[in-house]
């Protein structure tokens, strides 16, 4: 199957993306994009097809998703209602002196590989959905201040390769 390279939008004010995309916006074909992609799944349920990883997803689930990694979220049903909220992100967002810190170390792993793809479960995922939540609803530095908050997990507990 061919792979669409979406381009992705970033206002000329902000560095990263940060926005919902319901149905009909929720559909996208087998694509890839060089932006990293923190998802979080706000309704309906389907199946996530990511790299060589086929599974189900469903409203609450969370991923990441690395530079250039091929997916796709298709809905259970052609009628049903897909929302996400995404954050993108290059991999480079951070710069690389803030990489280099060892508080960064568990981040820095997950962006320099462009075929990692995560399932978050359990309290990180709790964690992660409320930090989007915030960050959709942020502005200016406070938006960027969410993201950075949240951006130095020691350990990645609970989460599951796709």
Not at 56 to 64: I, S
Not at 112 to 122: E, M, S, T
Not at 130 to 137: C, M
Request: a neutral charge.
């Amino acid at each position: 199957m061919k792979t669409l390279i979406q381009k992705i939008h970033v206002e000329e004010h902000c560095s990263f993306a940060c926005r919902r995309y319901s149905t009909p916006n929720f559909e996208t074909a087998w694509h890839r994009h060089p932006e990293c992609e923190l998802i979080v799944m706000t309704e309906g349920n389907g199946t996530a097809l990511i790299g060589d990883y086929i599974g189900d997803y469903q409203k609450g689930d969370v991923f990441f998703l690395g530079s250039n990694l091929p997916h796709w979220f298709r809905k259970s049903r052609h009628d049903a209602v897909g929302s996400a909220i995404v954050v993108h992100f290059l991999k480079d967002f951070w710069g690389a002196d803030l990489l280099a810190l060892p508080e960064m170390h568990t981040i820095a792993t997950l962006v320099k590989n462009d075929n990692v793809g995560i399932r978050l479960h359990g309290q990180l995922a709790q964690e992660i959905s409320r930090l989007v939540r915030r960050i959709e609803n942020a502005e200016g530095v406070a938006r960027l201040m969410q993201l950075l908050k949240y951006s130095t997990p020691q350990k990645l507990d609970n989460c599951v390769n796709v």
